[in-house]
């Protein structure tokens, strides 16, 4: 199957700090609101938080008091609104009476399934106990406000009496309701079940799109939650773009895309989740090329119109003012979004991801080309535009398919004069970035060797040089390096990697059919090796 079709898919990557936070934020029955923009992984990251928590909270497991029984999970996209409009139309209500009866027996959802999961886990706490006695559910005709809050307090009480723990909420798409005349009811509802009815021993995780941030009940001015966390889920970094593009690769047994190709996929998603999970998917049924990247563009402009209308939609004049210069420059200063309207803008195109932030100052740069090459075939932003600049990195990350070293030098410790000599001449000489383990005792203080080194000479260098010799083949750290070295050279061919060997030895790995540089015979140096890199380094380096 492939990994990355999103309707089967359990791929996750860079949400795993706010996944713990959130585990921490359950123990202390913290609520949490989710902000984040259409198809961002708002999702995604519900989903394994109701699967954890199923897991966790086994009926046969003894559990703390403070441990939920039961997950609730309520969609509205897919649930309230089917149910919703019929049952109250289009008059505004000021009691949730009316909202309330699809949840007692609507397609057996909300609290219908939610009396039935505590049903089964009161009944499943250990073999051969009775089950739980536990309160009838109101029937609809009776679910007004206070008796649904009255029913889920004994509810709660029948809980706390067998230690079984509270309730979990986790709803999804919760401003797709705010179209509806009674969605400020519905929120009221939420902040009285948590700071009155059930107290601390509900939690409750409110996930939607920009309309969360800055909400406010126009009746009483409150918030959705009270003190709730807020979390905001944009696109992903480039460490959890390069992991996503490549570990599913490898845990199928192949090779992972070319670094060319990987640059290719990062400019047309720039870490857009939904966007780069298609671009993928597309790339894993075949071959992963360049021609391959092209195909896979081209059929998601044809596919994906409708999202990228939606993202268009949400822009006025100004937004569309100032994503046109970012999209022609491919960066814009904060310096030139210092107004609060420009500001907001700014936030909008993030939160659509339509845009990055690059640092704490604002400046921002360009999000997905798709969406550039999308906007400009609607006439909405006038090409030509110029090549986009080259990344500067997050915080010494860079995208996928872009190097952070010219050279990386790998050598047994027999040879480090020689290293020293060749990393000189190359920095002094070719102005080349090098990877010299030596000065780089800072970056590499603290690191996990085994993770970090075979990421330098595999992905993080544009050319990997392996002095190689006897100590060099029998030592620990060097074959490590060799291997990252090797993989590369499966990858992006020969070329990506240079063999040195300085006394006659040889890599039993490398086909005979590799020309390695011999220095044993005393015909060249050190030196006629950086002259090499730094000549095919000028030659090449610009296209790469």
Known sequence: MNPYTPSASRLFYGREEIFHDLLKDEEASQPVVFIGGRRCGKTRLLQRLDRY???????????????????????????????????????????????????????????????????HVAGSVADGDPPVP?????????????TLEEWLKDVDLALAKERLGGIGLLLDQITDIFTEPWHHDLMSFLRRLFDHTLRSRVWIVVA??????????????????????????????????????????????????????????????????????????????????????????????????????????????????????????????????????????RNLLEYQSLVHRCNPVGDIELGPDLFRRWAA??????????????????????????YRYDVALSFASPQRESARKLADQLRIQGGLRVFYDQELQHELWGAD???SLPSVYDREAQITVLLISKEYLERHWPRIEAAAALSKALRDGWGAVL?????????????????????SYGDRSVSDVALDLIARHRRFGAAA
């Not at 409009?85 to 609507?106: E, M, R, Y």
């Not at 559910?137 to 206070?146: M, S």
């Not at 075939?377 to 872009?402: H, N, T």
């Open 499 to 519: 063999l040195v060997s300085v006394d006659g030895a040889r890599l039993p790995e490398v086909p005979e059919s590799i020309v390695v540089l011999d220095l």
């Open 134 to 146: 536990l309160p009838s559910a109101p029937v609809a005709a009776e679910c007004d406000a206070r």
């Open 208 to 345: 939607g799109s920009y309309a969360l941030d800055g909400y406010r009940n126009p009746t009483d001015g409150s918030p959705p939650l009270n003190v709730a966390k807020r979390h905001f889920l944009g696109d992903l970094n480039y460490r959890a773009r390069r992991h996503m593009a490549v570990e599913p690769f490898v845990a199928a047994g192949r090779l992972p895309p070319a670094d060319e190709v990987l640059r290719a996929v990062d400019r047309s998603a720039a870490g857009n989740v939904w966007l780069l999970t298609l671009m993928l998917e597309d790339l894993f049924e075949v071959e992963p090329t360049l021609h391959a990247v092209r195909e896979a563009e081209e059929g998601l402009l044809d596919r994906q119109n409708d999202t990228f209308e939606r993202w268009a939609n949400a822009l006025s004049a100004n937004g569309w003012e100032i994503y046109s210069q970012v999209a022609t420059h491919g960066f814009l200063a904060a310096e030139h979004i210092k107004t609060v309207p420009a500001r907001a803008t």
């Open 53 to 119: 928590l199923r897991a966790r909270y086994d009926p046969g497991i003894a559990r703390d008091a403070a441990e939920p029984a039961a997950i609730w999970q309520l969609d509205p996209a897919a649930a309230w609104l089917s149910a919703i409009p019929d049952a109250i139309g289009p008059a505004p209500v000021s009691d949730l009476a009316p909202h309330w009866p699809f949840l007692v027996d609507f397609q057996g959802l909300a609290l219908k399934s939610l009396r039935q999961a505590l049903a």
């Open 377 to 402: 075939e609607m006439g909405k932003i006038q090409p030509p535009f110029p090549p986009r600049p080259e990344p500067k990195g997050e915080g010494g990350l860079l995208p996928p398919g872009y």
């Open 449 to 451: 060797l085994g993770r």
